[in-house]
């Protein structure tokens, strides 16, 4: 509490909008953070290596891997589990669930980081009312006072005033770029997700995308003839 009254005689009336503004960034990027972290714990290679090793006409070893896959909380596992249960279906039906799982998530994964860029818009601003109404407090001191008024009087209420801006910005400034940075990492995810999803597709047809050596075709030359005619006599 001491330090709480410390910061409303510092930051005068916009002390406790900055406060929970700063409360929800600190919440929603630590919480973005995590999720990210989790959701990508298994990545493409690894996804690639357990379909190599898995038979596509084998429907038990199907079965296993999509109940395997689906206990995972990574995000990449859970839409190769679905693509899998929906082996029956033709591929243009399974591309359908894809792209609405994929949208799906996609909004999972920037949950918040709207919130996010909106603190770091409205923070400055709050700062800068803050700043505004700490001035209209001080001049209307120094109108009211009799006295003389000193250099040190100015400028003690023009720092409580300048206070609250400087607060807006520390707020503002990893909420913005915090916001951003989860959203190229979200985008990067989706990314991610998309070309396994499709490779997945690909190996149910029997399709598959990995690096072998060509083979090496033995090119047949036409036999010349070089028996000569024989001499007319």
Not at 56 to 84: E, F, P, T, V, W
Request: overall charge neutral; some cysteine.
């Amino acid at each position: 509490m001491e330090t709480i009254s410390n910061l409303q005689q510092q930051l005068g009336l916009m002390s406790w909008p900055l406060l929970i503004c700063s409360a929800i960034t600190l919440t929603l990027l630590l919480e973005r953070f995590v999720q990210l972290l989790l959701f990508t714990r298994l990545g493409p290679q690894n996804i690639q290596q357990l379909l190599g090793e898995t038979n596509a006409a084998d429907q038990q070893q199907l079965n296993k891997l999509a109940a395997d896959l689906s206990g995972h909380r990574a995000l990449m596992s859970r839409g190769i589990a679905m693509l899998i249960r929906h082996r029956h279906f033709q591929k243009p039906l399974r591309e359908d669930a894809a792209g609405m799982w994929l949208q799906q998530k996609r909004q999972q994964l920037r949950t918040g980081l709207k919130l996010l860029a909106l603190i770091g818009v409205l923070s400055p601003l709050i700062g800068l009312l803050g700043t505004v109404i700490g001035l209209i407090e001080m001049f209307k001191a120094v109108a009211q006072s009799s006295g003389s008024i000193t250099p040190n009087d100015l400028a003690d209420g023009l720092g409580i005033a300048m206070r609250t801006t400087a607060a807006g910005l520390i707020v503002a400034l990893p909420a913005i770029s915090g916001a951003q940075l989860l959203g190229l990492w979200a985008d990067k995810i989706i990314s991610k997700l998309e070309h396994s999803l499709n490779y997945c597709n690909l190996w149910m047809e029997g399709i598959t995308l990995t690096e072998a050596a060509a083979d090496k075709k033995t090119v047949q030359q036409p036999s010349v003839c070089t028996e000569q005619p024989e001499a007319q006599i």
